[in-house]
Structure formats: structure tokens, C-alpha cells
């Protein structure tokens, strides 16, 4: 079924990013809660139209690692793209907490899997990957969102906006990244799956997770994420071989306690920062 703008509620803001805004709404007919991505794009009617087309192929992107597509429609010229509500948000914001080990391993196996998913299955390369498209909610679970599907929306936000640099392999920013059919290969994104500053991904040593809180095999499998040589750099299926990931699969990790301790630090940091902004009186 197709949806459309008359049968949504709209709920709070859950964010802002480079291209729009994202909110929480209630689809009525169903009562599902849903996330609204909105995008703004100056185009005609016929290209929104190839947009939404596009978008289509979300539907077939069914993974217990990737974010459920509901469906897609434009108004004048703001794209509405509707997806799964996951109700802890992105890693960005749960993070500060601090990413126990046997954590990180449940995020990485969930990253890889969807990746290699999306590659194998629907012969789609991520192209974003960063923390803020890592979406997780309160049953624990993670999934991934803002793949490229569609050319023509890359097409029209390319002209306005060029991805968040942190997270880019070196042969994108250096501009070697496409083959020779023009499009990134694989390997770029399992770069992405771990931080780094632009100019330190050209020109300084790949990043390492902190010697005293990792452990040998955790810093060894964010190595093999880190190869400056993208020829170099590991496989999703090595990935997923690596005792790193190989023993998450036994791991009986209590994602569900870590999201609701991620959230309650979140809340208790934004009342302190409340506090502080308020007269001493108060
Ligand atoms: P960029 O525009 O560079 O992709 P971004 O990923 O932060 O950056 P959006 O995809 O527009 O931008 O998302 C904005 C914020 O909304 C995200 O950071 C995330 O915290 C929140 N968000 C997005 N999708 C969902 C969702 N399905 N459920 C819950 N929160 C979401
Ligand atoms: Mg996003």
C-alpha cells in the first residue's frame, strides 16, 4: 500500500542531518510509529517522480540488520521518506556511555552482516556509513539506514552537499575511489565502519582502539577495517571469520541492559546541561 502525508500524526523532531529533517509520526490506519525523513529538493515533478521509483527497491531490503522501508511520496518539492522507528536512535548519541567490548562485537557482527546483505543480495553499497546511520532500539537490536539506493536523489544532494568526512576511506577523499565503471567499491565502506579525521585518513596512521580497554584480538579486527590500501583492507566474510566475531556468536551480550544504560546517562547528561544553563538561583 502507498503512503501518504493525510494519514500520518506528527510526533517530535528526532533529529536534523545535512539533507533534512527527521520526525516521529504515528501512521493512523495501521497505528505503527514510524520515522519521517524529510529531504528539500528544488526539482521538477518528473524527477521527484523517478525519485520515489527509485526508493522502491527499498522495499526488497528486508534484513534483520537494515531499517524497514514503509514507502516514500513527495510534496511540492520535499521528498517524504517513511522508516522504521527504532526508539534508542543512532550510535552517535548512545555512545558516550562508553562501548563495552563484548558490545562493540554485537554492533560490528550487526554492521557486517547488513553490509554484506545489502552487497550480496541487492548489490548495494552503503556509501554512508557512520554512526548516525547505525540505528538501535530498546529490544537491542541494530540495524542500518541512508543506504545509496537511489541515483538521481545522490545525483540532486551531491549538488548541494558532499558526505560527512570523517568517516571516508582515503581513496574517496583522494578522489580514487570509483572503478572503472564509476561507482565505490565495497571496500570503502568497511573503512567507514570505524573514525577518523580527514586529513589523518590521508596522510596519518590508520586509528587504533585504546590499548587499555581492548583487547588484542578487538584492536586486530579494527586494524584489518583500517587498511589504508583498500586492496589490503578485509572482506565482510573475513570479517565475520575473525575470532573477534566468531565469539560473538556465542556471546549471550545484554544489549538490551547497555541501550537502556546508554539512554539514562543520555538523560541525566542533558538535565546536568539543563542545570548548568540556568541561573544560579534555580
Ligand atoms: P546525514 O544527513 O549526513 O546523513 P544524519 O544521518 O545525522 O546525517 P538524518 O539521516 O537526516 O541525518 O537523521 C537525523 C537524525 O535523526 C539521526 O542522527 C538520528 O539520530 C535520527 N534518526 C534518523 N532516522 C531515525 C529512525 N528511523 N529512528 C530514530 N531516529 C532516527
Ligand atoms: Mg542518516
Not at 64 to 71: D, K, S
Not at 147 to 165: H, R, V
Not at 196 to 207: E, Y
Request: proline share 4%; glycine share 6%.
Amino acid at each position: 500500500f502507498a503512503i501518504n502525508m493525510d494519514q500520518l500524526q506528527l510526533d517530535e523532531e528526532l533529529g536534523k542531518g545535512n539533507y533534512g529533517t527527521v520526525k516521529k509520526v504515528l501512521h493512523k490506519p495501521t497505528n505503527v510509529a514510524m520515522a519521517m525523513k524529510e529531504i528539500r529538493l528544488e526539482l521538477e515533478d518528473a524527477k521527484l517522480n523517478a525519485i520515489i521509483m527509485e526508493l522502491d527497491v527499498l522495499h526488497r531490503a528486508v534484513a534483520p540488520e537494515i531499517v524497514e522501508f514503509y514507502g516514500a511520496f513527495f510534496i511540492e518539492s520535499c521528498v517524504y521518506y517513511c522508516r522504521e522507528y527504532m526508539d534508542a536512535g543512532s550510535l552517535d548519541k548512545l555512545q558516550p556511555v562508553g562501548v563495552p567490548e563484548d558490545v562493540l562485537a554485537r554492533i560490528a557482527t550487526r554492521m557486517v552482516k547488513g553490509l554484506k546483505f545489502l552487497k550480496d543480495d541487492l548489490n548495494i553499497i552503503h556509501r554512508d556509513v557512520k554512526p548516525t546511520n547505525v540505528l538501535l532500539n530498546r529490544k537491542g537490536e541494530v540495524k542500518l539506514c541512508d543506504f545509496g539506493i537511489s541515483g538521481e536523489l545522490d545525483k540532486s544532494l551531491a549538488k548541494t552537499n558532499i558526505g560527512c568526512q570523517s568517516y571516508m576511506a582515503p581513496e574517496r577523499i583522494k578522489g580514487e575511489s570509483q572503478n572503472n565503471l564509476g561507482t565505490y567499491t565495497v571496500s570503502s565502506d568497511t573503512y567507514s565502519n570505524v573514525f577518523a579525521q580527514l586529513t589523518a585518513i590521508v596522510h596519518g596512521d590508520p586509528p587504533e582502539l585504546p590499548e587499555e580497554r581492548y583487547s588484542e584480538t578487538a584492536r586486530d579486527w579494527v586494524s584489518l577495517c583500517l587498511r589504508k590500501d583498500p586492496e589490503k583492507r578485509a572482506t565482510y566474510r573475513e570479517l565475520l571469520s575473525h575470532p573477534f566475531l566468531v565469539k560473538d556468536r556465542d556471546s549471550d551480550v545484554d544489549m538490551v541492559g547497555w541501550v537502556q544504560k546508554a539512554l539514562d546517562y543520555k538523560a541525566t547528561a542533558s538535565i546536568l546541561a539543563t542545570k548548568a544553563h540556568l541561573p544560579q538561583s534555580v
